[in-house]
């Protein structure tokens, strides 16, 4: 237990730490111009600046604040001050998206059939009594919660309604409800809270009453039937666009539910999730570069390297560059693995990362590509050490849990592993730390039972698997993560068939999940494939910068027969560099319902 004594104790100082300010510098632009007197300011503090003639700004912050950028025409940004930001190079974009050569072929809107395949992985969609809802693709506002928000101990309606969205009141009293809207049978009401019973409770948003769309069905009266720990989603229309069909009965707004009981997740013939890479015809058309190709647009000083016959003449190569980039920890790290695995030169690749360890020091996000590139050498001893550090740089990461979970579990430590997981979640329940949407707390709760299903003995470590959504799953399993939040992306998987799905992890796609990662201190998702499709599936990514001239390492986490005795990972990791061209990472072949290599 002692190490979590220090957490706590560290998590002063960084608290401490946070406060120091520092001076934020970069350029803002729209992608290929300068914006001049575009405004920089500090959410809720009344600081602000605005860019010169050449679109450069410098604003004094400290790491938690969240700075706002805006410019007339164009979409307003926020981006957290995290400990080692130094540097935000803002690229905005336009309201009225402007159409650069390009050919429309396809609706902006999805269809019905298109919404009801993708109900059950798109979070923004929602089931009314008029269809299916995607807040990304209407013109009015659209709020939305996710079941997984709501906490396991939570069970009153009226107090996650009001907490959880602003502009909301529930009234309790005494009077008659007007019982529910095409369904038999209404629930009874009594006398309101102090009584035991809610005769009268009515939720307030634009100051009527609303009415509730539940699973396509409408109530009026406050729906004391709903399981809370049922709920897989929650919307508010409070606009008169949004309640418009709903007639006059909603001039007080909707509350729209989608329980997970009574929301049918679309299923292919085999009685399987539907693929999401099969829903229209998006075949994979545009050329991948090999890795091989991007390696070209390297650094000199890698490409001299790579050139190198011998041994003696690679090392000449790399210290006739020691004095110009040694202060550079990305040429460091690209010295040691090209002496690590290309000369298998190991006490030579140590040397070339002892000696300067000095630039990284300090800083969590090379040492979290450090760490990456141990791991996937499998030198777990040299990864769990840097993994330690990042940790204790930032206790108050929720990814430094999984992070320091898993290197445990690779020493084979796997009590200590669970130790690790089961505090995390205690800090949860304490209020400690915030709970994550679906994202993050389904990869920690897969983790953490997935440890527990195959290593763990009871008789070592009292824990008990945390519950989920769903069955546990097996099959193969993704698991990517990136050592700098500030990456921006598109990842894309295309199946056996050649059609491609694209998850968008940018601000101009999706702003609000790449805000919540950074509240809350994680980079990572992850991806399943059942095997209904056997045969290669393929992995691209299409990188668009970091908001510095820094390169972003991607730990991709390869899991074969993931849940089963057989499970066994491969870890890769790749040094993301070259801007907005669709690069190859990997092929991971399935066959049947279980993945295999």
């Known amino acids: 237990m002692k190490i979590f004594y220090t957490v706590l104790i560290l998590s002063i100082s960084v608290f401490i730490c946070s406060a120091q300010e520092r001076f934020i510098k ?22 602000s600046t605005n860019t010169d003639e050449d679109g450069k700004y410098r604003i004094l ?43 429309v072929t396809q609706n902006r809107n999805n269809s019905q059939k298109e919404l009801e395949t993708q109900y059950a992985t798109n979070p923004n969609i929602l089931k009314t009594l ?71 409770r009515s939720v307030l948003l634009r100051g009527g009453r609303a009415i509730f769309d539940i ?57 399987r999730p539907w693929d999401t890479a099969r829903l229209r015809n998006n075949f994979l058309r545009e050329p991948v570069v090999s890795s091989s190709v991007a390696l070209k647009n390297a650094p000199t000083y890698l490409r001299e390297l790579e050139s190198a016959t011998t041994f003696e003449e690679a090392q000449a190569i790399f210290e006739s560059n020691l004095d110009k980039y040694a202060g550079n920890p990305y040429f460091i790290l690209d010295a040691y ?28 996000v090379v040492l979290k590509a450090l760490a990456y590139i141990y791991e ?49 979640f205690y800090l949860l329940d304490e209020g400690f730390m915030e709970t994550d949407t679906s994202t993050f707390s389904t990869i920690i709760k897969r983790e953490f039972n997935n440890l527990l299903a195959l290593e763990v003995d009871d008789r070592v470590v009292k824990s008990k698997r945390v519950s989920m959504d769903g069955e546990e799953y097996k099959g193969t399993r993704l698991v990517f993560e990136w050592n700098d939040s500030e990456a921006e992306f598109d990842l894309q998987f295309v199946n056996p068939e050649g059609q491609y799905y694209t998850w968008k992890h940018s601000l101009e796609e999706n702003p609000e999940i790449i805000l919540r990662e950074k509240e809350l201190g994680y980079a990572c998702s992850e991806y399943l494939i059942d095997g209904s499709i056997p045969g290669i599936w393929r992995a691209n990514i299409k990188y668009q910068g970091n908001k510095s001239l820094t390169p972003t390492y991607l730990k991709a986490t390869i899991y074969h027969n993931y849940g089963s005795k057989e499970q066994r990972k491969e870890v890769r990791v790749f040094k993301l560099n070259v801007k907005d061209t669709n690069q190859e990472l990997f092929n991971v072949r399935t066959i049947g319902s279980i993945g295999t290599p």
């Open 215 to 271: 699973d396509g069905q409408l109530f009026t009266d406050f729906p004391d039937f709903i399981d809370v720990q049922n709920i897989r989603r929650i919307g508010i229309l409070s606009s008169s666009a949004g309640t418009v069909k709903y007639g006059t009965m909603a001039r007080g707004g909707v509350i729209v539910i989608n329980t997970k009981t009574g929301t049918v997740i679309p299923k292919d013939k085999n009685g």
């Open 61 to 103: 912050a400290s790491p938690g604040d969240a700075l706002f950028y805006n410019y007339p025409g164009m979409e307003p940004i926020q981006i957290r001050v995290e400990d080692v930001t130094k540097t935000l190079n803002v690229e905005m974009f336009p309201k009225v998206v402007k159409l650069k050569n390009v050919t």
């Open 130 to 200: 008029f269809g299916y809802l995607d807040k990304t693709k209407v013109s009015y506002s659209v709020r939305i919660m996710d079941g997984n928000d709501i906490l396991p101990g939570e069970y009153n309606l009226a107090l996650v309604l009001q907490n959880r969205f602003a502009g909301i009141r529930v009234l309790n009293g005494l009077g008659m409800g007007s019982g529910t809207v095409g369904t038999p049978n209404a629930t009874t009401v009594g006398f309101g809270a102090a009584f035991g019973a809610n005769a009268g």
């Open 26 to 47: 970069g350029t803002i632009t729209d992608g290929e111009n300068l914006l001049p007197n575009a405004n920089v300011q500090i959410v809720n503090s009344g600081v």
């Open 376 to 424: 996937s050498q499998e030198r777990f001893g040299l990864s769990h050490q840097v993994t330690k550090d990042v940790f204790i740089l930032r206790p108050h990461y929720a990814q430094s849990y999984l992070e320091l979970a898993n290197s445990n579990r690779n020493l084979g430590k796997t009590a200590m592993a669970a130790k690790v997981y089961a505090r995390y």
């Open 337 to 364: 693995r090209f002496f690590y695995e290309k000369w298998n030169a190991q006490q030579f690749a140590d040397a070339v990362v002892e000696g300067a360890m000095d630039s990284f020091v300090g800083n969590p």
